[in-house]
């Protein structure tokens, strides 16, 4: 096996170097173009030729622009009920999504029929609201609106005002959520009715590209009113009831966040969502892994409330620590680990777990040491990727592989340099003890010091 | 956007349209690909004032297509559509019956060898062997030490020659038969 670079390359599944054919370059080029909500109206209503190759997903939902898709679900999510349960697809009211299936000739006659004219800008006038909405932007979002704008939905015939709109915002921006206009057409002279589809990581589990349209008057280059007239959200609701029910079996608190629904959501809501909506993906709603997380969040909580009891009994007896890095000469006793609380507060740092995956029995994390040592030495948080090995509640093993070592180790290595013209001694004990786990509080507050001024000082 | 950055998004998307998709389709099936290249440069053109423009613009889409890949991965996943990512990328591309069988299993053994590497370390290795990019643009591309990647090359090779090893070892001892892709 003395070659395996050429292995690896001859089992390269896509060899040739210009796998799209010039059409298809063009028909993603188009579809790029279209997404981004830059052609102008007049391309948008181009009607897709039927012997273009047809995709899945943004495609065929780019060919059906213009079908008035209903789903009560949705107006759900914009009635301002005060019942404790929510969302848009899980009530008895809800009428369940059926995707409507037009034959493409209907499209293209429904997208060519005599268009009004749209005043220039109007375009541009609903990007700048949704631009605004997903940003999170309040200034920007009321800025973009008229003075007596509403927006409406389906059923009821409910408006909202903008302090619901600057509260849904602020849940789209929490969640990472974008807005793209995908595609409008002229419904008079003042209204654009525009698809747009929602994307990030809460949106995609829900399996489908979220799709919405929006009827949208402007008026001066402002948006006076939009109403939306349905969504492709069959699974919205009740994927969010199960991401809800299972986040309850270990972090009810912030399950409890995701309830703040169907007021409207706010930051909170979307913050908790996107914290463990991908989560609950990666998991399957796995039952037991939930147990673990459980743990696993505990652990972090105590972490960073400085609380070494409970933090204590979350590791196991005989419990083991072992990085990427170490001999067994130099490995984390279960000792050391337990003074992590102490060492972060020596630090002013904060730990942070996330992008949780299951790995068997084992649970791959993300973790962050968020603080100001981190952000002198790498100008991000420390990362590594951590397994946590969980039985019967307490955690047995946590390996540990440090994803910034190397530039840790350079930085770090320049600091004590520079600190060694400063302060010798201080030098000397930093060096000896630079490592997060092999700390003490009298080297963590040194570090603590010099990283940031070494920073401060331009980094010399 | 002015006429003048879009005609200059559009010849960074025809520079680079062909690279950015072969990485998708490397990691997926060629239609989901198609979806997944508009996604890159959607962000290109979102992004268009802020990204690199020249020799890094391409470093800058593998990034974007990186986190791409992964989020289509992920709900493929949840909907348990296709089975492991090995499995997945060498059905994706077989075009018909495949007339060198050997070195087809061969083919299939490393990508199923890949697939059991961590998955930064698969990430490396596929970014240097098959996209073709440079140790050093990679430690770029992943905030990584150019020596960090060296290691990782040398341990993932290590690796692979020790699966590989005992994939042929097994490939001596187990017949082939046609729906393994044998021929009859």
Redesign the interface.
Known sequence: ?SN??E????????P?????SDD??N???T???T??G?MDVKEIMTPIEPDK?K?????VAAASFGVVVLVAGLALLLTRSTTEELPPASTPTTVAFSETTVAEDEVTQTTTAAAPTVPAGSLAAVQNFVAAMSSGDEEALRASVGPSFGYSGLVGDMVFNMDDLASWSGALAAQQSTI?VDTCTAADESTLSCNEFHNG?VE??Y?VPVQWSVHYEVIDGLVASASAVGCTCPQWGDVQKEIRAWVRTFDPEQAELMTSYPVFPDAAAGAALLKYA?MW??F?GDAEAAVALGVIRAYEAAANAGDVDTFVTLLAPGMTVSRDFDTNANAVSRDQWAQLPDRLSARDSVLRIEGCDPKGIDIDCDVYRTGPIGSAIFF?PMRDTQTFSVVDGQILNVHV?C?????QG?NGSTIISWVRTLDADAAQVMNQTWIFEDGTPESDALWLKYAVLWNEAGRP | ?SREN?AQF?AL??AH??QV??YC??RSSR??A??M??DV??QA??RFDDMPHDEGALFWLYSVARNVVY?HD??R???KRLNAKAAS??E??VQGPEPQVV?KA???A??QA?AKL?K?DREI??LV??EGLQRQQVAEML???K??IDKRIKRA?RK??VA??AT?QDALTTPVTAEEGGME
């Open positions: 096996m395996v670079s292995l690896i390359r001859s089992a390269n599944p896509v040739e170097t210009n796998p799209l298809e370059v028909a993603v080029l579809l790029t173009l997404r981004s830059d190759p995709w899945s997903g943004w495609l793209t990581p995609s589990t399996g991908p993906e990666s399957e991000l592989v994803q910034l070592c190397e530039v350079q | 956007m879009q559009e998307y025809r349209v062909q998709y072969a389709m490397r239609e989901e198609k979806d290249t508009s440069f959607l053109w979102r989020n992920r709900s996943r949840r909907r990328m060498a994706s591309h070195r061969e083919h299939e490393v990508l890949l961590p930064t290795i596929t062997e098959w905030f990584l030490s020596s960090a090779h692979l020659a590989l090893d042929s």
